[in-house]
């Protein structure tokens, strides 16, 4: 190319500022180590999600290792990883791409060794990616700190990030001896939900709902996220996890800052991880008490059609643990914004016709006498799905043939589907080296410290731990 050529060319209309066109990009090589390859996420959610980037990208080329204690052939490991691909729907091209280049290398990850081993087999810019179990983390980082890394090294992590409080300030401490924080993502599918992403465009992309976003126009928020699926053969981690961890502690918190924070001055990882640490700093249990968090477990019961055991019954299930399959929290946000409102977080398994959704309850409009609604409900709710990203508006109105009679009507905006699953949306985050999907170590900190005094008083015994039935609603007088 000619000097004069680079001086005298026009931009392209076609093409935008700033963002190169794809098909001139050279796509970056990576490689993603994964520890744990052989565990049920690896499978069901990792690789497929690995396989949804690479094929919505044009710019990644990907080698996937997979790496576990137990040995495996590399052949059964190929079919595993197609299986995996190909149940997900992936393209063929992209399946193909990936099972030629992957391969098992079977490793202890408490041996530095093993671990350089590891890293000098990836042929492409290096992710390790810890899918272990939380108490595993640490012996991994403590196991890295012995041998010479990669400057390029990204380190990924799993949720949830270690066993309680003390065990996630001693990991943070650990890694943080491994890679600086930019370079290490604590893994959490809930930021990449379509909903929880477009918090930030709904609360600070409309005056009318930021205007009203506080103490003053709203009453309760709720953030619930039940689910029909039951122990699913996961007893191994969810019995000594819980609902309380698996998901308040882990996923349902992160929803809360994006709900509850101040409005960050730009849509950057700084920026937005400082607003979601600032106000997860604020929350406590409501009024401290711990016996405002209630615990329960599911009983025999048909979900759709399927007929759950009692979770006690559940193959592996220690029934002396008091596992909790449904967890409800009750919070307070100690800002100006939220002062006395509370914030009720809920997560329960085997749920039937469950709701997943932040439900914001503005409080009742003083209506002139004779305006009142007949259900005693007259408050608008706003509800943001959690599964899909819907938005639905339940305004009171007054009704068409009645003019002094208020009903509700719901109004709904669908954004559509989103291209990518939450978790592949992460994925993407960490493939691009951009910190704003991930969880900072700070956050992952404030949310063990909100919930430790529950957690105390659960494994003292304070709080009787309920049943209800597999299928039902779960508790409702609570
Ligand atoms: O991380 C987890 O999340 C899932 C719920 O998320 P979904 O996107 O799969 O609906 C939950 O079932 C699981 O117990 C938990 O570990």
Redesign the pocket.
Known sequence: MSDQSDTTTQPDPDTVPGIPDAESLEPTKRTIAILGANGDLAKR?LIPGLGEVVDAARDISLQIIGAARTPQPNEEWRATVRASLEGAGIGARTVDALVSTTEFIPTDASDPDELRALLDACTGSPILYIALPPSAGRKVAEALAQIDLPDDLLIAIE?PFGDDLADAQALNAALADVVPEERLWRID??LG?ATVLGMLGLRFGNRLLEAGWNAEQIEKVEIL?D?E?GLEG?AA??DQ?GALR??LQ??LLMVLALTAMERPDAVTPTDVHDRMAEVLGSVRLWKDDPSTARRARYTEGRVGDRLFPSYVDEPDVDASRETETLAQLLLQVDTPRWQGVPFVLRSG?GIGDPR?EVAVHFRRSAAPTGLDAPDGHADTVLRMSL?GGAVHLDLIVTGADDVDGLRRVELEADPGAATLS??AQVLAGLLQENTLLSVRGDIAEQCWRIVTPVVTAWAAGETPLEEYEAGSAGPTDW
């Open positions: 959610l949720k599918h809930f939900n996220y689910e699926l996961r981690f969810y996890t698996d998901m882990s996923h398994k997943r599964k939450a978790y």
